[in-house]
C-alpha cells in the first residue's frame, strides 16, 4: 500500500509565499514522476509542477513564482510557492506515478489534497 501524504497548506495575503510537501510512503519500488496539480471550484484540475529525472515542467501561470523540487532519499516532493495571487487559490493534491515492484506496471497515486488560499 502506497500513502502520499501532504502539508504545508493554509491562507496567505496576495505576495505571500507558501510551501507544500508531499511524502510517499508504503511499498515503493521507485518512482518515475511527481508533480502537483490543483483544483479551484468551478474549474478543470490542473497541473501546476511536475518533476521527473530528467526534467521539471510548470504551467504557463505559476513559472517564474513557483518552484518543485524532490528529495529522491525521502520520496519527498516540494512547491514553493512565491509571490502567490488571489488565483492561486485552489485544493493542491501530490501526484505520483510509481512503481511498487520490479514486475509491476507505474500506477498513479493521489494525496488527499491541501488546501491553499490567497486572500487579504
Known amino acids: 500500500q502506497v500513502q502520499l501524504v501532504e502539508s504545508g497548506g493554509g491562507l496567505v495575503q496576495p505576495g505571500g509565499s507558501l510551501r507544500l510537501s508531499c511524502a510517499a510512503s508504503?511499498?515503493?519500488?521507485?518512482?518515475?514522476?511527481m508533480g502537483w496539480y490543483r483544483q479551484a471550484p468551478g474549474k478543470q484540475r490542473e497541473l501546476v509542477a511536475g518533476i521527473s529525472s530528467a526534467a521539471t515542467s510548470y504551467a504557463d501561470s505559476v513559472k517564474g513564482r513557483f518552484t518543485i523540487s524532490r528529495d529522491n532519499a525521502e520520496n519527498t516532493v516540494y512547491l514553493q510557492m512565491n509571490s502567490l495571487k488571489p488565483e492561486d487559490t485552489a485544493v493542491y493534491s501530490c501526484n505520483a506515478l510509481l512503481v511498487t515492484s520490479r514486475t509491476s506496471p507505474p500506477y498513479d497515486y493521489w494525496g488527499q489534497g491541501t488546501q491553499v488560499t490567497v486572500s487579504s
Open positions: 508504503g511499498s515503493i519500488f521507485s518512482i518515475n514522476r
